[in-house]
């Protein structure tokens, strides 16, 4: 079983920064690619970016190409999502959830999903 923890959610003005965490525990494996996604009030949970567990490869939906940055510290069981120009269309639920297929912007190729972290943009 694989436990994740969203942190680092708030509420911030719109252009400013935020960093978001996601700290996995239990039984992880190299292959276990990792994404974030996100949920607007009355939306679809959407894709914003995958990274590779062992590989280094990242992927981003287009509308935070250039403004989000997902990296990894593996020797701490952690991923980041480091969001930049924040806007009022970000609000939304982050999630960090895990996949063994790399990079993948499908939702049910996720198997395991952290509880999620609020992130509010005011304008």
């Known amino acids: 079983q694989v436990q994740l923890v969203e942190s680092g959610g708030g509420l911030v003005q719109a252009g400013d920064s935020l960093r978001l965490s996601c700290a996995a525990s239990?039984?992880?494996?190299?292959?276990?690619?990792m994404g974030w996604f996100r949920q607007a009030p009355g939306k679809e949970r959407e894709f914003v970016g995958g990274i590779t567990w062992s590989g280094g490869g990242t992927s981003y939906a287009d509308s935070v190409k250039g403004r989000f940055t997902i990296s990894r510290d593996n020797a701490k069981n952690t991923v980041f999502l480091q969001m930049n120009s924040l806007k009022s269309e970000d609000t939304a639920v982050y999630y960090c959830?895990?996949?063994?297929?790399?990079?993948?912007?499908?939702?049910?190729?996720?198997?395991?999903w952290g509880q999620g972290t609020q992130v509010t943009v005011s304008s």
């Open positions: 959830a895990r996949t063994v297929v790399p990079l993948s912007r499908r939702l049910n190729e996720y198997d395991y």
């Open positions: 239990g039984r992880t494996f190299r292959r276990d690619a």
